[in-house]
C-alpha cells in the first residue's frame, strides 16, 4: 500500500515478498487456503479497533450497537452455513484460533486432571487432542492440564482403531473423547464413537474438532458430524476458507444433573460461553468476525459447494496418480481434502522433501506416520488440494503435481546419498537438515 510503503518501507518489502511468494508457488499445505477480497477488507476495517468483551447486548464496553449486529449475524450465518436448528444449536464465534477453541471448550467441560482422550499425534491427531510423549512428556498444555490417553489407527489398515479405542474408553472412563484429526485422510464414523461415550457413561461428551474438513462439511460433501455430537470446535482458515478464527458449535439443550440425577440451573451453552470469557479470552476480534460473517455467506453459494466437490475429486484424482508413481498412501487413498503419502519404500525422509521442494516453490509438509522413529525426520508427507483448487487447479495440474513430487522425491533421494557419503559428518537431526540444505542450494538438478 501506499501509505504503508512511506511510513514503513522494510515491512512493506516483505509484504511484496510475500504476495510474490504466494502468487509464485504451489501450496499443498492442506491447512492453508486463499481467501477472498471481503475478507480481507473486512479484516483491514474499523472493526478491530472495538472493544466489546462478553456476549452481544450484555457487553462490558459502550458503544457496541453495531458489533453487537455484526456478532450475531455471524453466530446466525454460522448456524444456516452447516444446517443446524438454532433451538438446537448455539455457536461462540470469539475463539481466537483453533488451539485456542479446544482449551476453551475442553476446559468448559472438564474439571482440572479430567480424562480425555483423542487421536494420537503421530497418528494424525493434533497437539490440541493431548498429545503427550510415550515417555509421558506434555507437549501440548492440554495434556498439562488433563488427564490424557490416547486412541490409535490400526496400523494394518490405517484406519481409527475403533475396537481398542472403546476397549481402552471403558477402562479409562474418559469424559471427553475428541473425533478429528489433522492428517486424517479418511471418513470418521462419529456414529461409531458417540457409541462409545454412550457406553462409558452419559457423562461423557463427543468433542468433534472439523478445524480440517469444516469447508466440505458445510458444502455437504461429507458426512456432517452433528448429528452425533455434543460439541463442535472449528478453525475457520483451512477448508472453510474465511479469516483465521475459530468457532465453537454446542447442543443447547445439555443440561446437567446433580449426583442425585437432578437436573441442575447449569447448561453446556453457560460454560462454553463463561469458558470463552472470562475465562480464556478478553475482548474478541471483531474484524475477524465480521471477516467470517462474510465467508460464511460465501459458504453458502452453489458455488462454494462446486468448489468443496472439485477439492475432493481433485484429491482423488491426485492420489491415483502418485499411486501409478509407486507412493504408498496411508489407508491406501482419501476421501477428504488431504492425502497422506508414506515415504518409507522411498528410504527418503519427508524433512528432505519438504526442504527440496520449497527451493522450487512447492510448499508441502513433513508429516508422521505411525511407524515414525523421530519426528524430525518423519517419514510422511501431507498434500493437500483446497488452495490450489481455490486457484482453479484441475486435473491436468495436479498430474503435473504428481510428477514435480516424484522428481523431488527422488532428486531428495539422491542429494541424500550425497550427504550420506560426504565425508563431514555432522551431528543431530538439525545439523543434518541444515546440512542437506546446503546440498538443496548448491545442487544444478534442483
Ligand atoms: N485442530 C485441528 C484438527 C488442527 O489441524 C489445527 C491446526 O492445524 C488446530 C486445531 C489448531 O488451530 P490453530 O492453528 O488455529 O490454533
Redesign the pocket.
Known amino acids: 500500500s501506499k501509505s504503508l510503503k512511506a511510513l514503513d518501507p522494510e515491512l512493506n518489502n516483505f509484504l511484496d515478498l510475500e504476495k510474490k511468494r504466494q502468487r509464485e508457488s504451489i501450496t499443498l499445505i492442506a491447512?492453508e487456503n486463499f481467501t477472498s477480497t471481503s475478507v480481507f477488507d473486512l479484516l483491514g476495517s474499523e472493526f478491530q479497533n472495538k472493544y466489546s468483551e462478553n456476549r452481544p447486548n450484555d457487553r462490558y464496553y459502550g458503544g457496541n450497537e453495531y458489533i453487537d449486529q455484526v456478532e450475531l449475524l455471524c453466530e446466525k450465518r454460522a448456524l444456516e452455513a452447516f444446517n443446524l436448528d438454532p433451538n438446537e444449536w448455539g455457536v461462540n464465534v470469539q475463539p481466537l484460533?483453533?488451539?485456542?477453541?479446544?482449551l476453551i471448550a475442553f476446559s468448559a467441560v472438564l474439571p482440572v486432571g479430567g480424562k480425555l482422550m483423542g487421536l494420537d499425534l503421530p497418528h494424525g491427531g493434533?497437539l490440541?487432542?493431548g498429545y503427550s510423549t510415550k515417555e509421558g512428556k506434555s507437549i501440548s498444555a492440554i495434556s498439562k492440564y488433563f488427564s490424557t490417553m490416547p486412541y490409535q489407527l490400526d496400523t494394518k489398515t490405517g484406519l481409527i482403531d475403533y475396537d481398542t479405542l472403546e476397549k481402552n474408553a471403558l477402562l479409562f472412563k474418559p469424559k471427553v473423547i475428541v473425533a478429528?484429526?489433522?492428517a486424517y485422510s479418511r471418513l470418521i464414523d462419529y456414529k461409531r464413537m458417540k457409541e462409545i461415550t454412550n457406553k462409558v457413561n452419559k457423562n461423557c461428551y463427543l468433542v468433534t474438532?472439523m478445524?480440517?474438513i469444516s469447508g466440505l462439511v458445510a458444502a455437504g460433501v461429507l458426512p456432517s458430524p452433528f448429528e452425533y455430537s455434543d460439541i463442535v470446535?472449528t478453525?475457520t482458515?483451512?477448508s472453510l476458507r474465511g479469516p483465521?478464527g475459530?468457532m465453537i458449535f454446542y447442543r443447547k439443550g445439555i443440561r446437567y444433573t446433580n449426583k442425585k440425577g437432578v437436573e441442575t440451573p447449569y447448561t453446556l451453552e453457560k460454560d462454553i460461553n463463561f469458558s470463552t470469557f472470562p475465562q480464556h479470552q478478553g475482548g474478541p476480534f471483531n474484524h475477524t468476525i465480521a471477516a467470517l460473517a462474510v465467508a460464511l455467506k460465501q459458504v453458502m453459494t452453489p458455488a462454494y459447494k462446486k468448489y468443496q466437490q472439485d477439492v475432493v475429486a481433485n484429491c482423488a484424482f491426485l492420489a491415483e496418480e502418485l499411486k501409478k508413481r509407486n507412493f504408498e498412501l496411508v489407508s491406501g487413498g482419501t476421501d477428504n481434502h488431504l492425502l497422506l503419502i508414506d515415504l518409507n519404500n522411498f528410504g527418503v525422509d519427508g524433512a528432505r522433501v519438504e526442504s527440496l521442494l520449497e527451493k522450487i516453490n512447492i510448499s508441502i509438509n513433513k508429516n508422521t506416520v505411525f511407524t515414525d522413529k523421530s519426528a524430525l525426520f518423519p517419514m510422511g508427507l501431507r498434500v493437500g488440494t483446497p488452495a490450489m483448487t481455490t486457484r482453479n487447479f484441475g486435473k491436468e495440474e495436479f498430474a503435473k503435481v504428481a510428477e514435480f513430487i516424484e522428481k523431488g522425491v527422488l532428486l531428495a533421494k539422491k542429494l541424500q546419498n550425497d550427504q550420506q557419503q560426504s565425508a563431514e559428518k555432522v551431528k543431530g537431526p538439525r545439523g543434518q537438515l541444515k546440512q542437506f540444505k546446503q546440498l538443496v542450494a548448491e545442487s544444478e538438478e534442483v
Open positions: 491447512s484460533a483453533g488451539s485456542a477453541a479446544n493434533h490440541t487432542h478429528g484429526a489433522s474438532d478445524a480440517h470446535t478453525t482458515h483451512k483465521r475459530a
